[in-house]
């Protein structure tokens, strides 16, 4: 941790001066000015990789989230303002349950790419940290 720290303070000393320099239309910034501080296991990983990569506990917190919002539509004050319509409602819970699998995916993206903390994708992908990075 201590030689990730002193990578990133000599990164951020030369960070100005690369920033000047590089293209304007670059959007990735932080990742390719910074560098991560991770290591990266896929620069640009396929959708099906994301949901791969995704962890059992996001999974069941989509879950979750769809049908605790399911059941927040069912509650008496919104049925009696809104109309409980059971098909309206059973798609929204849907729709919120791939809402929430999207956001698992993304933050398994961010794990590929190197810019969250990654051990156990590291350790599934047989990546090892080298001692000079």
Same mark, same amino acid.
């Given at each position: @941790?201590? #030689? @990730?720290? $002193?990578? &990133?303070? =000599?990164r951020?000393?030369?960070?100005?001066? =690369?920033?000047?320099? $590089?293209?304007?239309?670059?959007?990735?910034? +932080?990742s @390719? @000015?910074m560098?991560t501080? *991770?290591?990266? /296991?896929?620069? $640009?990983?396929? /959708?099906?990789?994301?949901? #791969?990569?995704? &962890?059992?506990? =996001?999974?069941?917190?989509?879950?979750f989230?769809?049908?605790?919002?399911?059941?927040?539509? +069912?509650? +008496?004050?919104?049925?009696? !303002?809104?109309?409980?319509?059971?098909? /309206?409602? +059973?798609?929204?819970?849907? !729709? %919120?349950? *791939?809402?929430?699998?999207?956001?698992?995916?993304?933050? %398994?993206?961010n &794990?590929?790419?190197? !810019?969250?903390?990654?051990?156990? #994708?590291?350790?599934?992908?047989?990546?090892? #940290? %080298?001692?000079?990075?």
């Amino acid at each position: @941790q201590l #030689e @990730q720290k $002193m990578n &990133r303070i =000599e990164r951020r000393d030369n960070m100005f001066g =690369e920033i000047a320099a $590089m293209h304007k239309g670059d959007l990735m910034l +932080k990742s @390719q @000015q910074m560098g991560t501080a *991770f290591p990266i /296991i896929e620069p $640009m990983p396929h /959708i099906y990789e994301c949901w #791969e990569g995704m &962890r059992w506990y =996001e999974h069941g917190l989509a879950l979750f989230g769809g049908y605790a919002f399911f059941l927040a539509l +069912k509650l +008496k004050p919104l049925a009696r !303002t809104g109309g409980y319509l059971p098909k /309206i409602s +059973k798609f929204k819970a849907i !729709t %919120s349950f *791939f809402v929430f699998e999207w956001f698992g995916m993304r933050r %398994s993206m961010n &794990r590929l790419q190197g !810019t969250a903390p990654n051990e156990r #994708e590291c350790y599934k992908y047989g990546i090892m #940290e %080298s001692k000079e990075r």
